[in-house]
């Protein structure tokens, strides 16, 4: 069974920064690529970063420039470190994990972006 332990939440004021870590642990096979999911106030979970193993990135337009994903191999962990940092990014950030079998989640970290 896969497990997917986020931190690094927390409030901070617009302009400033976090860094989200995900610790994943258990059997992982044909791993496709870990990534972030943010889901806004009332809003639906959207795609904000992913990592394929051989470290390829891809960005949502909104976070271009301002977030960078990262992942140590060795730890299974992969990390989000977010500057710049708007009101509007405020939410709940999911770690996931997708295979050729299925999607794993993690349990979700709250930020909170103080204009």
Do not use: H
């Amino acid at each position: 069974q896969v497990r997917l332990v986020e931190s690094g939440g927390g409030l901070v004021q617009a302009g400033g920064s976090l860094r989200l870590s995900c610790a994943a642990s258990g059997s992982i096979f044909r791993l496709n690529y870990m990534g972030w999911y943010r889901q806004g106030p009332g809003k639906q979970r959207d795609l904000i970063a992913t990592i394929t193993s051989s470290g390829s990135t891809n960005y949502a337009d909104s976070v271009k420039d301002r977030f960078t994903i990262s992942r140590d191999n060795a730890k299974n962990t992969v990390y989000l470190q977010m500057n710049s940092l708007k009101p509007e990014d405020t939410g709940v950030y999911y770690c996931a994990l997708n295979t050729d079998f299925r999607m794993y989640w993690g349990q979700g970290t709250q930020v909170t972006v103080s204009s």
